[in-house]
């Protein structure tokens, strides 16, 4: 398929979005934590093939990638939560950003692979259980029922039918040839049934394939066995971690920032998995429990670690180079900064992600006919000088303040040198009153009806570009812009795509080069 030109436009990235404190501070070059470390342990042959088997399954081969790896390519790593229809568009630009770095590296001769973490072992489902896309002026949504915080792991949570019903009104909604085979795509892959952590892997396989790129599933059980040396040394560290953990949370207070992560002494960084959810775990006296640390050793795939612990087993068991990161999660790596070191695992280069609004020919084109600017689109309503006859009110106004004077002056003339005309005088200036108000009459009902066209505009295009005022990127989902774009388009933002540039990248697509 031929490529459109793509021309980005750079916006500053705090007028489009909100990022952490410590996410500003480390972008602006304020904070600065160096990679370093142990050396790095040996690749796993037996992840290697249990993470080719899944993603052949999921429609990405890469065997041919994962034998780079094991022959030590350079990693590039990000992580997203599953969610419907693929989840927020942020998930896609994250790993497309992971591919784009990938193919750099390569084209300079570095042999590299990139791997997206698919966070399936978190049971935040409230974060999981909605897909937003836009239709026309508004922006439909489905939610899951039911999916709430704890009551199952994201990767093992059932589909029911919200997705077919949406996908049903997205076919009504976009005909033609290009939207169809997305929406097949997703019909296909997110039949009523199918485990979350399946359907979006899937999803997002289909998506990623060819581009160098290693979907993992945080489930699989080799990679918990191959995690199974750091968990333990987490565990046992656990006392020290905690007291780290602590003491940065009072550097980020003593800043004015509201740490991310909070401090549970009595809790154990990893959960027992119960069927489909995963339990708590808790400390003795700030302690990992002997029990425990023997039943990880003997089955470290019933186990499953927490927000903090999991960066670390990813880092030691992937052989992180680089991690590119949310805001979010920069900030919690700052605070767990000095565990890396505590327990014994390289750390990697962080860098804060690109972050993406993507323009289609449609946005492009209503754009020019509003004749608005991309810092327009911060505005809850358009800007009052792309409503129409604003001009002509003007000029009425005016022409009225003028007239108002010359016809004073003409009936004070007719009273003073000829009397007789007096009342005709008045009657004409009434007349010109008249004629002038009829035509601003007029004029505000076309201004009427325009205005209610250029809204409409407005709201057509805003429902893509800014919903609901929200970062369009965290607001909708990977299947909006490949309604649009097509399923090829995946490949075409890896091109267009600066994995360096962490501001707000507008990316138009098609005509009209920079916005």
Known sequence: ??????????????????????????????????????????????????????????????????????????????????????????????????????????????????????ATSDDDLPEMRWARVPVGEEVVEVREGGWERGTALGGLVMVSDAVTHLLARLAAAYPGELPAPAIDLARDCFAPGTTLGEACGRFLGRLLSGLGVVLVDALEPELARAGREVVQRALAALPLVNLELAAQAHDFAARGWVAPLRVSPGRLPVFRREGVR??????????????????????????????????????EVLDTHTSILGGAELAYHLQARTGWDIVGVGRPRWRLRPHVTVL?????????????????????????????????????????TRLEVE??????????????????AEA??????????????R????????????AGRWRRLVAFVRP???????????????????LDWPAQLVEALDPSHPGMQLLGWEEGGRW
Not at 282 to 305: I, M, Q, S, Y
Not at 411 to 419: F, G, M, N, S, Y
Not at 468 to 486: H, I, M, T, W
Request: with cysteine; aromatic share 4%.
């Open 1 to 118: 398929m031929h490529n459109p030109p793509v021309m980005p436009t750079l916006a500053p990235l705090a007028d489009w979005t909100s990022l952490h404190p410590a996410a500003v501070a480390w972008a602006e070059g304020t904070i600065s934590i160096a990679p370093g470390g142990p050396t790095r342990r040996a690749r796993s042959r037996a992840l290697a093939g249990a993470l080719a088997a899944t993603n052949r399954r999921w429609g990405n081969p890469v065997d041919d990638d994962l034998e780079a790896w094991l022959g030590g390519a350079e990693v590039i790593v990000t992580g997203q939560q599953p969610g419907l229809v693929g989840g927020p568009l942020l998930t896609l630009v994250k790993a497309c950003a992971v591919a784009a770095e990938v193919a750099r590296r390569r084209a300079a001769g570095t042999p590299a692979v990139g791997f997206v973490w698919l």
């Open 278 to 315: 995963r339990v708590p775990l808790p400390a003795r006296e700030g302690h990992c429990p002997h029990e425990v640390l023997t039943a990880h050793a003997a089955t470290p795939e019933a186990f499953v670690p927490n927000v903090w612990l999991r960066p670390l087993v990813a880092d």
């Open 360 to 400: 289609t020919s449609a946005e492009r084109r209503l754009a020019r006919q509003l004749g608005v600017r991309p810092v327009d689109l911060l505005r809850s309503s358009p800007p009052r000088r792309v409503l129409p006859g604003r001009g002509l009110e003007r000029r009425l106004t005016r022409l009225g």
């Open 407 to 424: 016809l004073g002056a003409l009936v004070q003339a007719a009273r003073t040198e000829l009397p007789g005309v007096v009342g005709d």
């Open 428 to 441: 004409t200036a009434k007349r010109v009153r008249g004629s002038l108000a009829w035509l601003g009459e």
């Open 443 to 454: 004029a505000q009902v076309a201004a009427l009806r325009a205005a209610e066209i250029e």
């Open 468 to 486: 609901n005022g929200k970062p369009q990127e965290r607001y909708l989902s990977v299947l909006a812009p490949l309604l649009r774009l097509g």
